[in-house]
């Protein structure tokens, strides 16, 4: 028993003095992550070791029907999705898109670290239904899974920020109409602003989309 609680003491001296920024391997990348990021904790429990397997499985389906699948990923946190994806699919191009400065500083760690520049194109412009500049409520890194321009209440204690906005109908015309295969979205509820702003691909390309609601 006096083991066990000194071995216990030592687990939690030990994670106090660690770095704040650490790293995981998972599926076959090496992740960066605050410590005590719920999504990671999350993970950690899964036997699976796959985090939101079944929508992972769903968007992989859907792109291997195309030659030269292109994904969206809006709301990409630090990423994990997007790297389920690409550890799947070899040719996929994934356009992310992370407001949250704390996750898209990490994604971007990743994304540099294991020399994904020319697969993963990472954007922190917030989309939405209009072009300029919003509020945005960020929280505690341990659950920045629930930044987002609405505060749903769920994360704990907000701070607002302000984030540059457009709308992926802006995005795509500025970047010469690429063609667009699949979308998630996951915006802690302001995915109809999302959806609001991207009428005019939706209607020419009809992606395959999959959301948060």
Do not use: C
Not at 92 to 101: D, L, M, N, Q
Not at 117 to 132: E, T
Not at 151 to 180: F, H, M, Q
């Amino acid at each position: 028993m006096l083991l066990s609680i000194v071995s216990t003491v030592k687990k939690k001296i030990n994670d106090f003095f660690s770095p704040f920024i650490k790293t995981i391997s998972y599926k076959g990348f090496t992740i960066y992550y605050s410590k005590g990021t719920s999504i990671i904790d999350e993970l950690l429990t899964q036997k699976n070791n796959t985090y939101e397997q079944e929508i992972s499985e769903i968007l992989i389906s859907e792109l291997l029907k195309k030659p030269h699948p292109v994904f969206i990923d809006i709301g990409a946190n630090i990423g994990l999705i997007t790297l389920n994806i690409i550890s799947k699919i070899s040719s996929v191009k994934v356009f992310a898109f992370e407001p949250g400065p704390h996750q898209n500083a990490l994604f971007k760690k990743t994304i540099a670290a294991n020399n994904l520049n020319d697969r993963i194109h990472l954007s922190d412009i917030a989309l939405s239904y209009y072009a300029g500049y919003s509020d945005f409520v960020t929280h505690y890194t341990e659950h920045a899974s629930g930044d987002g321009f609405i505060d749903t209440g769920r994360a704990g204690i907000g701070t607002v920020i302000k984030v540059k906005t457009t709308t992926l109908d802006n995005w795509w015309e500025e970047n010469k109409y690429p063609s667009i295969d699949v979308i998630k979205i996951d915006v802690e509820g302001s995915e109809f602003w999302i959806l609001n702003g991207s009428e005019k691909l939706i209607e020419k390309l009809k992606p395959f989309i999959i959301m948060e609601f």
